[in-house]
């Protein structure tokens, strides 16, 4: 985006931050959609964190957590699906009906609702994952109502007008032809078709040429009715509105959703072994590459000392060992990082970095020294010290805002967990021991099978020596 | 729905940021927001935003000074000075700064533009006092081995690939700012060349430090869970017996560009590029040149003419003309010499790039000549005064946009007064700043299309990277 030349620069790529993920690419935001209910908090002020859970008359449920001090109400909400639920050959369905909600519903056509969102000063956006179709609603307190009704209509009766619909192929397929020679939408692409070769997963969230052209209206209703229904929905609800009011709104905005969504199903999968490396050539002097492994289930009785191996190995910024070896040490990188990603039907460790074409090879053999000497020895004592001192003092962090305090509510709500969860877990993170961090080290950090995805002109040095 | 195809690029992270800190894009003071202001004996400036709502806080300095204060040649050493800050002071190891916050639970980052620098942590309130200090210390007690220096260097020219050599809107975007400025240095990059990035060195960056890096030339932001009263007497405690660098200017004086007498044009062919578009930036004034009035009128003309799907820009070349699949844009206040409106189109499938123009270019012509509705300037305001609300839910937002706004010299008043100012524009304000500043003259016209490449413009664009 032009505007970049204008822009203060950061230190550090803020690639794995909930805050400031939302505008990176669709790969990134997926793993933050999950990786939300990894950062959660304990709540200090009990009082203001009160977790108040909710059951509609239409069985609706909810979480609310009230807070009067802004006059704004964030909502947030899922449903069980996203791009997974495409049909085969209608790839980027889902990702195509985040695009059409606010395009007309109701007797409003697209430009009417887009002028009252914007006279409401309503914020209304969609977005899908693999496994969940998202919404993100706030609103000025003193415009629920009206705002409430067109979040309403947007769900429960989009119009999907031929207009609108080829407008927004259009700025799809523009989106397309740009990811195809971006290098890190490439790489992150690439990477799961090789892990997951044959499976849902493998498939292009953001569909194809020839899979966004056949999309029509009818397949868009026909997504809409199979996977937003009430059996599936999840609601989390943070700001300056009681139970009361929240009970009435849910209903007048879900109510009227089928109650049991038809889902297509998505069989569990592990990404492929045998420690693939693809190369895709594009002309940049920089390359992009992907690396992963098979990961611990999220209910995986190892998977909080998998987390904090994880913030160990590239997860902790610059605490973290990819970091130092990779960027502080030899200046191979500005950008290194790691992180767990647990999908609903599998779960990944993954990390990137970006080496001029003529040293990727050299980061990557570190990476993958790193990670051998990490399955091999563990980390230090204090690198197990400090990650656990930064995971449990930093939670606070994560609930400084209404609208970052609901996207941790959804998180939970979504992979099944109760309120109780806030205050139990940093203890959960406490408990993590360093003979747990060593074992989950021996059976994540498995090299030989390690994929690794490489996008640019990556050139070996002749003397490797 | 306006999708943004360039925004899956990294450099639409960045964005996110800058909207974070421009009062024109979406950050706007919120008036019942509280802020105090004190000033220590040294010079060095602080605010205090309180808000209880978690028990942390947001822990910042900013410096008056950023790539635009750079000597000429030494093109990036605002920025990577910023990187090496995390380097090593006597009380300090090289790399610890950034591993003790995270320790205490915290997280730490810096960012650099043309017009200011800033450091900050986010973190439990009970280590503020911690950060103070570490923050103080490498203010004045920097330490630079010549190896730390050498290879972040190496990590700066790897931010330069991933941010502007692998991707052709980037590099389209900077050779349009070194065409729009004749002479002033927000015409350069604020990460610099790469030619000259590869030169510098340790003594660049120590001289760059000594001068620019005292109390009298940083502002403090402490945003959370706090008092003024108890901040004040921490800051006195820490940043106070800081010694100030007498030899700062009080002013800041770049050089000035001369009229903008001509429409410029910059036009590349890259076979990296997704799609053809086009890309139009004027030169306008900033919220502190601006005659009173014309920044809130250009910030609503921008919101009009390019902002969104209801915008005048999207309503004819996406919905009516369709010789567009997207069209955006924005105005960009918050600078020291000058600020800027940039609008952009991405070509339709099979329309041709000169039929884009000519429709940017009527709209462009239909706003000035005619102005804009009552309903669209009222939907504007509503918009705008509505994200001063919005930004209120974060102390961070608060935090940056207040401390930006002060580096570049605007005061506490002035943000907060926006939203008055805002809702005094008329229809008739906002006509004229468009005749006035969409002047074709004080423009830059780039486009980007997706052929080949002529092979030496190729090699010059996509040097063989590994030199540095």
Known sequence: MKFASKLPLARMRPSHKIQQARALSRFVCAMVCLAASLFLFQPRNAEAMEVKQIKTKNGIEAWLVEDHSVPLVSLK??????????????????????????????????????????????RLSFSETKDGFYGNFRTLTKNLDPA?????????????????????????????????????????????????????????????????????????????????????????????????????????????????????????????????????????????????????????????????????????????????????????????????????????FSGSVATRNDAIDKSLDVIREELAAIAKDGPSADEFKNAKSYLVGSYALRFDTGSKISSQLLGLLEEGFGPEYLTNRNKMISDVTMDDVKRVAKRLLDTDNLIVTIVGKPQKPGDKS | ?????????????????????????????????????????????????????????????????????????????????????????????????????????????AFTGHDATAYFQRIAKEHLNTVMEMEADRMVNLQLSENDVVTERNVILEERRSRIENSPSAILSEQMDATLYYSHPYGIPIIGWEHEMEKLSRTDALTFYKHFYAPNNAILVVAGDVTGEHVHKLAKDIYGKLPANPKIASARTRPQDPPHRSARRVDIADPRAGKASIHRDYVAPSALTAKPGEAEALTLLATILADGPTSRLYKKMVVTDKSASSADGGYWSTAIDSG????????????????????????????????????????????????????????????????????????????????????????????????????????????????????????KQAPSAGRG
């Open chain 1, 77 to 122: 909400f899922a449903f069980e699906g996203g791009s997974s639920q495409d049909p085969d050959g209608k790839e980027g369905l889902a990702n195509f009906l985040t695009t059409m909600l606010d395009e007309g519903a109701g007797d409003l056509n697209s430009n009417a609702f887009q002028e009252k969102i914007e006279d409401l000063a309503v």
């Open chain 1, 148 to 348: 409430a009704d067109l979040l309403h209509l947007a769900i429960a009766k989009p119009r999907f007008d031929n207009d609108a619909i080829e407008r927004m192929r259009k700025q799809l397929l523009a989106s397309l032809a740009f990811a195809a020679r971006n290098p890190e939408r490439v790489a992150a692409k690439t990477w799961y078709e090789v892990a997951f070769k044959g499976h849902l997963y493998a498939r292009p969230s953001n569909g194809t040429e020839k899979t966004i052209q056949a999309i029509s209206a009818e397949d868009l209703e026909t997504y809409r009715n199979r996977v937003f229904a009430r059996n599936t929905l999840k609601v989390a609800v943070v700001g300056d509105i009681d139970e009361a009011s929240l009970i009435k709104l849910l209903d007048r905005i879900f109510g009227d959703l089928p109650e049991k969504a038809g889902l297509r199903d998505v069989p569990q999968v592990q990404p492929v072994k045998g420690g693939k490396r693809t190369v895709v050539e594009m002309n940049v002097p920089q390359s992009v590459a992907v690396f992963g492994l098979g990961a611990m289930a999220r209910k995986d009785p190892d998977f909080m000392s998998a987390f904090v191996l994880n913030h160990i190995i590239g997860g902790g910024g610059f605490a973290s060992r990819l970091m130092e070896e990779v960027r502080e040490k030899r200046g191979l990188a500005y950008s290194v990082y790691s992180y767990i990603l647990p999908y609903r039907h599998t779960s990944v």
């Open chain 2, 1 to 109: 729905m306006n999708l943004n195809p360039f925004g899956f690029s990294l450099t639409k992270s960045l964005l996110l940021i800058m909207t974070l800190l421009t009062p024109t894009m979406t950050a706007r003071a919120e008036p019942a927001v509280k802020v105090e202001e004190y000033k220590l004996d040294n010079g060095m400036q602080v605010v205090v935003i309180p808000n209880t709502r978690a028990p942390v806080v947001t822990h910042m300095v900013f410096y008056r000074v950023g790539a635009a204060d750079e000597t000429p040649g030494v093109s990036g050493i605002a920025h990577f000075l910023e990187h090496l800050m995390f380097k090593a002071t006597e009380k300090i190891p090289s790399g610890e700064f950034s591993k003790i916050v995270s320790r205490l639970g915290g997280q730490d980052n």
């Open chain 2, 340 to 459: 800027k409106i940039a609008l952009y189109a991405i070509a339709a499938d099979g329309v041709d790039l000169k039929t884009v123009e000519a429709g940017l270019d009527a709209t462009i012509e239909e706003v000035r000549k005619s102005g804009v509705t009552q309903e669209e300037l009222d939907r504007a305001k509503a918009g705008e005064i509505a994200q001063y609300v919005y930004d209120s839910d974060s102390q961070s937002t608060l935090a940056r946009r207040y401390g930006y706004e002060l580096a570049v010299g605007r005061s506490i008043a002035d943000i907060q007064a926006w939203p008055k100012k805002i809702e005094a524009i008329t229809v008739d304000d906002v006509k004229k700043v468009a005749e006035k500043y969409l002047d074709i003259r004080r423009s830059v016209t780039g486009t980007l299309v997706p052929a080949p490449a002529p092979a030496a413009a190729d090699s």
